[in-house]
């Protein structure tokens, strides 16, 4: 399985981005997707997920209300819509995908076997 971020980019607080990240090589539906972040000199920390067969999606604290995760089975690809962007958001985003990602583990990297390369993103202020 291999995952292709994209999207990232600069932009000014208070505007809008959207990810994508692209799967390929796997059953697309059987995959639930997350997304997470490293900021520079900081741990990388879970922002969104959703799971397979439309089992749900879970997000941040940081970033519920303001992003929105969503899945396109036919394109097998995930995207992330940041609104309301804060020069907090600003990090490196990744996705990762893994076939079996219970919901008590939804929020931890070590639940995902697969990951994407990473996008950067930067907020101004």
């Known amino acids: 399985v291999q995952l292709q971020a994209s999207g990232g980019g600069l932009v000014q607080a208070g505007d809008s981005l959207r990810l994508s990240c692209a799967v390929s090589g796997g059953t697309f539906r059987r995959y639930s997707v997350g997304w997470f972040r490293q900021a520079l000199g900081r741990e990388r920390v879970f922002v969104a997920a959703?799971?397979?067969?439309?089992?749900?999606?879970y997000y941040a604290d940081s970033v519920k209300g303001r992003f929105t995760i969503s899945r396109d089975n036919a394109r097998n690809t995930v995207y992330l819509q940041m609104n309301s962007l804060r020069p907090e958001d600003t990090a490196v985003y990744y996705c990762?995908?893994?076939?079996?990602?219970?919901?008590?583990?939804?929020?931890?990297?070590?639940?995902?076997?697969?990951w994407g390369q990473g996008t950067l993103v930067t907020v101004s202020s």
């Open positions: 990762a995908a893994s076939p079996s990602v219970i919901s008590s583990t939804v929020t931890s990297q070590t639940a995902y076997g697969y």
């Open positions: 959703f799971k397979s067969s439309n089992q749900g999606t």
